[in-house]
């Protein structure tokens, strides 16, 4: 690093000093925090962000969001050049240089990190991609990244204004692959494979609405709203209304969007009686999480919930059924049996494992968190992720793809209108229409809806494909987490030693039961999870392991 660029660096850092006695830490969802206290940390990940496309030679995304959290918090992470989360390998130096006390200290870091191997004078200079969502601390937060960026030598900072979190996601994505990449582009890429697909509905389905066809959006007073807006000028087929835009006065993420849905199991402000029986979805804060609900009867606050086990479970079976048709080809020498699986963590309701399972699909778990579902999906030909609290996607590994569009190529000269053909262009317009950066609740909306229309099903017939057990969770004090050690998927405690049997001993005890634990990533707990087959059992199997784990450990709580 040369002089001119150390000058550079130690006079910009010295307009954003970190704030005395906060320390924070890049997670999944990068760096939260009250917005307030954010300024210098948004200004080194515009460092981090130009240095990330240095080493890569390639578009880094910079997303200005907090997601579900409260109105008042912000947030900031990065996209990597395949439209996925920052390399892990990375999170070390994102927290040390959030956290570098002086602008000397931040200057000797950066330093002594670029001798690993980042090209200053390389052949391409530092290209970074900023959006943002509709929080008011965004603008100055935004500012703060570009002045980030900017104190890197040539680096430039393309600000693409207010967006979903996905639709960042996908252009940094499309920009490495060399696709069109704009905000249009995106909307064009859905709507054009929506309607592929709704073309594709078998016509004795087309002919028959999907009863309550019509499908009420809480947009969580956030971005996905009016985005959903905008994208639904260029489709037909969909009678669709949107509420909870934000510009009603109401308040990003309170009482409102997919978080709020998943975990309370109530409506969302603006919803209520005159709902009943009606398909409702809601969105989170910045897009990236979808749930369906539907309004009971009985109660006008509360719900039926359609979470993403229960989404994970919709594209399976589709998926599924256009593999079975494909690999039904008399042309057994150019066939391919395509590898699905699916993947999800110990969260999952026992049920949807159950229920996949019995459908013959493969599935796998991974510990908590999306970089974890998301690297072990694309394992597969097709691998499909979700968690139970909405976000998830579908991949198609390059090969695959590859094969799917010579197979339609193929199957369009000779086997034109067959059912095969049909089936290949379904897989073909998936692939296009969900977003395979990250999860995307607007592409996400787009399949459902889709897939609905093409078995001809309700929201109430999709939610009978299985009954969820039971569950309840519960938070152990520990003196130190780091006492449990966790194997297979978090699924299994290793240590202390006989802590994993007596939870196996009280797990016989109740009739579907099943019950983990796992240290909390962020505080002195153990977390308990159990399911069973009725709410009593679960309850009681939960509070048994409590306090095992409480006697193992022992810590009073």
């Known amino acids: 690093m040369n002089e001119e660029q150390k000058s550079l660096l130690l006079s910009s850092s010295s307009h954003f000093l970190p704030p005395q ?118 603008d100055a937060l935004l500012t703060a990244a570009k002045e980030g960026i900017a104190s890197i030598v040539g680096a430039i900072a393309t600000d693409v204004g207010i967006l979903t979190t996905p639709q960042l996601h996908w252009m940094v994505r499309a920009r490495n692959m060399g696709m069109k990449a704009s905000e249009e582009d995106y909307f064009e890429q859905l709507s054009s494979s929506f309607r592929c697909l709704m073309d594709l509905i078998p016509s004795e389905k087309s002919n028959r609405s999907v009863p309550n066809d019509k499908l009420v959006v809480d947009g969580a007073n956030g971005v996905g709203g009016g985005k959903l807006e905008v994208l639904l000028k260029q489709l037909n087929g969909l009678s669709i209304e949107i509420r909870n835009y934000g510009e009603d006065g109401g308040v990003l993420n309170e009482g409102v969007g997919a978080d709020f849905v998943q975990k309370e199991k109530v409506v969302p402000n603006g919803f209520g009686s005159k709902d009943v029986g009606i398909r409702c979805a809601s969105l989170d804060g910045d897009a990236d999480r979808l749930v369906y609900f539907s309004v009971t009867a009985e109660s006008n606050s509360k719900i039926e919930l359609v979470d993403g086990d ?8 589709f998926i599924r059924e256009q593999l079975i048709i494909l690999s039904e080809e008399e042309d057994a020498k150019n066939s391919r049996h395509a590898h699905l699986g699916v993947v999800q963590t110990a969260y999952a309701n026992g049920a949807s494992t159950n229920y996949l399972k019995q459908l013959g699909l493969e599935v796998n778990f991974t510990p908590i968190g999306v970089k974890y579902l998301h690297e072990k999906a694309a394992e597969f030909d097709i691998g499909i992720y979700f968690e139970a609290n909405g976000h998830g996607t579908i991949l198609f590994s390059e090969d695959f793809s590859g094969w799917l569009v010579a197979k339609t190529k193929e199957l369009s000269s000779k086997s034109k209108g067959s059912e095969v053909e049909k089936a290949a262009l379904r897989l073909l317009a998936v692939n296009k229409l969900i977003n395979q950066a990250v999860g995307d609740a607007l592409s996400g909306l787009l399949l459902v809806e889709v897939i609905l229309q093409h078995m001809g099903w309700s929201i109430h017939r999709w939610n009978e494909l299985y009954h969820d057990l039971p569950s309840r969770q519960l938070k152990v004090k520990v003196a130190d987490r780091t006492a449990v050690v966790t194997a297979n998927a978090e699924t299994v405690v290793v240590s202390p030693p006989g802590l994993q049997g007596a939870i196996n001993a009280e797990t016989a005890k109740h009739s579907q039961g099943r019950c983990f634990v796992r240290p909390s990533g962020t505080e002195d707990v153990v977390r308990v999870y159990a399911d069973a087959s009725t709410q009593e059992a679960a309850d009681s199997l939960a509070n048994s392991v409590a306090k095992l784990v409480d006697q193992f450990l022992g810590c009073s709580s």
Not at 30 to 53: C, E, H, K, Q, W
Not at 90 to 112: G, K, Y
């Open 310 to 317: 229960k989404i994970l479970s919709l594209f399976a079976l």
């Open 21 to 138: 006695g906060v320390r924070l830490s890049y997670g999944t969802a990068g760096f939260r925090a009250d917005a307030s206290l954010l300024s210098s940390t948004v200004y080194r990940v515009g460092i981090l962000a130009a240095l990330r496309s240095l080493k890569t030679q390639a578009v880094i995304g910079l997303m200005i969001t907090a997601s579900h959290n409260k109105i008042s918090d912000n947030g900031v992470k990065i996209a990597d050049p395949n439209g996925g989360m920052l390399s892990q390998h990375w999170e070390p130096f994102a927290d040390a240089l959030a956290n570098a006390p002086s602008p000397q200290d931040l200057v000797q870091l950066i330093n002594d990190f670029v001798k690993e191997g980042i090209p200053f004078n390389g052949v391409r200079p530092a290209e970074v991609i900023l959006g943002r969502d509709t929080r008011p601390s965004g």
